[in-house]
């Protein structure tokens, strides 16, 4: 099963993360299929998203996380 879902990258204490396909058994830092966008905590938040890609994703049976989804949702909501 697949999931959409987040990859640290990024040095100690500065984390960076990226949002991902993976395989949900996966490690977290492990495989991934696609990067789907990206997300920086420490650079005021940061996000981007390719949207498209998501929706292709998510109709091809992967899930978001619970974080991920929120990120989603915050990312539409900044486009608007």
């Known amino acids: 099963m697949l999931s959409i879902r ?6 100690k204490k500065r984390p960076f993360y990226r949002i ?3 395989e949900k058994r996966g490690k977290r830092d492990g ?3 696609e990067i789907l966008g990206y997300y920086d905590p420490c650079n005021s938040n940061k996000l981007k998203i390719n949207q498209e890609r998501i929706e292709f ?3 091809n049976g992967a899930q978001p996380t619970d ?7 915050q990312y539409a909501n900044q486009l608007s």
């Open 31 to 33: 495989r991934f299929i």
């Open 67 to 73: 974080i991920v989804a929120s990120l989603i949702k």
């Open 20 to 22: 991902v396909v993976a």
């Open 6 to 11: 987040l990859t640290r990258m990024g040095a």
């Open 57 to 59: 994703w998510k109709k």
